[in-house]
């Protein structure tokens, strides 16, 4: 067991066992000689990484092959941010597409799709600090859009949807709760996630995009053919040199995931997580999390002591403690303690006591 939980929003934790296995392989992964750092991507080592680590998470996020491309792409989810308007908007819709606005990383999607085309913001929380999910039956959805963006999980603020719009061409930024919990994929027109949250280290970018989106449609013309999803669904994402040692690692995540039982066992164990720590927030009169009940997020659960000081007095002897990366996102302030698929129920455990100890001496 490591003597540090790192409760970081991303890249973060990863499961010890995934380290050790990597570490292993380090100088002779696979068999083959070499290190998955040093690999040639078209080697025949590599080629059984990639496809295995692509057949684990279509078993894992249970995607229909027959419907679906995976894309294994490098950029992070904000290279998304672009490649999803320049590839989804159709002239023949008039390049309209509805965003929610839950987030600091929503926003930043909806800039950059206004950037294109005829963008419709259907609703922004900021007014209230991005604290609650809005109604998503009530609001005005156009018709005859490319698409509806929404962001699942929003990272920063500690929110999550529970409940999806009904729509037919809803696109979803998941990159803070992919594989977290259990989602019918059939409900999507595309999903998209960066790696370093829930799946490995940073520069693998999966997105998952129904196969008639990309066949029957043309992306806008000045689309860059690296972010052209035909140029990748044809090439099996390896148009390029892709992220290898990343998609190494998502490899061996998933198939520790697998193991653990799945998407549904992990799901359990991150509502006995977050329940652990929201409940303990709820009997405090010290510290304060101001989401809206039924919209918390189960991967990033934000917080605040009493005054801004002893939010920097409580990162500060968490550290000394070996709870660390407890600090909220700069636009926020106060305290984050992101509990993503790898983050042991030992660590959240250890944070709570942690927080009864500083709550009892800073009262
Ligand atoms: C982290 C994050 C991003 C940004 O991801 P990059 O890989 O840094 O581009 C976007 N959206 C959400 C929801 C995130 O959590």
Request: neutral net charge; proline residues 4%; hydrophobic residues 35%.
């Amino acid at each position: 067991m490591r003597d540090v939980f790192n409760f970081s929003a991303g890249p973060s934790m990863l499961p010890e066992e995934v380290l050790l296995e990597a570490q292993k392989e380090m100088l002779n992964c696979l068999g083959s000689g070499m290190s998955a750092l040093e690999m040639s991507h078209r080697s025949k080592t590599y080629d059984a990484i990639h496809n295995e680590a692509i057949a684990l998470f279509k078993e894992l996020f249970n995607v229909d092959d027959s419907k679906y491309y995976v894309l294994f792409l490098q950029g992070g989810a904000t290279t998304q941010f672009s490649a999803v308007p320049l590839n989804l908007l159709t002239e023949k819709n008039g390049k309209k597409a509805d965003y929610i606005v839950t987030g600091n990383f929503a926003s930043k999607a909806y800039e950059e799709a206004c950037r294109y085309g005829d963008i419709k913001c259907l609703a922004n929380t900021k007014e209230s600090k991005y604290s609650y999910i809005p109604d998503v039956d009530t609001l005005e959805y156009r018709e005859n859009t490319d698409y509806v963006h929404i962001t699942s999980n929003n990272t920063i603020f500690g929110t999550r949807y529970t409940k999806f719009p009904n729509v037919n061409n809803l696109v979803a930024d998941m990159s803070s709760n992919i594989l977290s919990e259990p989602v019918d994929v059939n409900k999507f027109k595309l999903i998209y996630a960066g790696a370093q949250k829930n799946v490995a280290p940073s520069g693998l970018t999966i997105v998952v995009v129904r196969k008639d989106a990309v066949d029957n449609c043309e992306p806008l013309p000045f689309t860059p053919i690296l972010m052209q999803y035909r140029t990748q669904a044809s090439k099996d994402s390896l148009y390029n040199t892709p992220c290898t040692y990343s998609t190494y690692i998502a490899m061996l995540n998933f198939r520790y995931l697998k193991k653990f039982g799945g998407v549904e066992a992990i799901y359990k164990q991150n509502k006995y997580k977050a329940g652990l720590l929201y409940d303990y927030l709820d009997n405090s009169n010290f510290y304060t999390n101001i989401v809206r009940k039924e919209d918390r997020s189960i991967m990033n659960v934000t917080f605040v002591t009493p005054n801004a000081d002893l939010d920097a007095k409580f990162v500060k002897e968490a550290g000394q403690n070996g709870l660390v990366s407890l600090k909220g996102h700069k636009l926020v302030g106060g305290l984050r303690a992101s509990i993503y698929n790898s983050m042991p129920v030992e660590g959240v455990e250890k944070l709570i006591s942690f927080m009864k100890k500083f709550e009892m001496e800073n009262k």
